[in-house]
């Protein structure tokens, strides 16, 4: 199976300021690589899927970019609203696996 | 619009089985390329996806769960049923239903059920 990697665990910016996570494949996963925001309390949102496509209603500030093993989400500029957990997923193949996260706080 | 709901026990005891329903609205399952998911998170830690029913009824499982789990479908009352066998507490999280298109990821999710193993 696939395992995903994710860094920073935690990433602390200021509101207005650029955020950048990274996730890492073991092995290529070609660009089959979703990124989803999860806040406290609440079910995973999909973010980005097909490594740069912004899902439905997703602001223009959140891209991603990478292909094969390494993966990037940028956060142009940070909003009260983005703090959060993010999670990598990866379904190239099975199973589906997720990266540990990575949790996005307010400096 | 996608809607999913979770439900079923919110406590169960150590070595029972679990059986959770996913009840949908927005989609049918008997549409080509649709599929429904079910993932977990534990307190604090990663999601962790479980399994998954497609359309024509084609179900694939975590390779390190897959002997617990069994899940199926009834299409004309829009439901996905989970079921695990012998719950221990370190399957005590949030169980998440979540709909999927083809090679897709999971793009609309419930939102999720606490289901705590303890005696």
């Known amino acids: 199976e696939i395992v995903m990697t994710q860094s920073p665990v935690t990433l602390s910016v200021s509101p207005g300021e650029r955020a950048t996570l990274s996730c890492r494949a073991s092995?290529?996963?070609?660009?089959?690589l979703a990124w989803y925001q999860q806040k406290p309390g609440q079910a995973p949102r999909l973010l980005i899927y097909?490594?740069?496509t912004r899902a439905t209603g997703i602001p223009a500030r959140f891209s991603g970019s990478g292909s094969e093993t390494e993966f990037t989400l940028t956060i142009s500029s940070l909003q009260s609203e983005d703090f959060a957990v993010y999670y990598c997923?990866?379904?190239?193949?099975?199973?589906?696996?997720f990266g540990p996260g990575a949790k996005l706080d307010i400096k | 619009q996608i809607t999913l709901t979770e439900s079923g026990p919110t406590l169960v005891k150590p070595t029972q089985t679990l059986t959770l329903t996913c009840t949908f609205s927005?989609?049918?399952?008997?549409?080509?390329?649709?599929?429904v998911g079910w993932i977990r998170q534990p307190p604090g830690k990663t999601l962790e996806w479980l399994a998954l029913?497609?359309?024509?009824?084609?179900?694939r499982y975590s390779p390190s769960l897959k002997s617990r789990l069994t899940v199926t479908k009834d299409t004309s009352r829009n439901q996905v049923v989970l079921k695990m066998t012998n719950m221990d507490p370190v399957d005590t999280a949030t169980y998440y239903c979540?709909?999927?298109?083809?090679?897709?990821?999971?793009?609309?999710w419930g939102q999720g059920i606490l289901v705590t193993v303890s005696s």
């Open positions: 092995q290529s996963v070609s660009s089959k």
């Open positions: 979540a709909h999927k298109f083809d090679w897709n990821p999971f793009d609309y």
């Open positions: 029913i497609y359309w024509d009824d084609d179900k």
């Open positions: 097909g490594a740069s």
């Open positions: 927005g989609f049918s399952l008997s549409t080509s390329d649709v599929a």
């Open positions: 997923q990866h379904y190239n193949n099975w199973p589906p696996l």
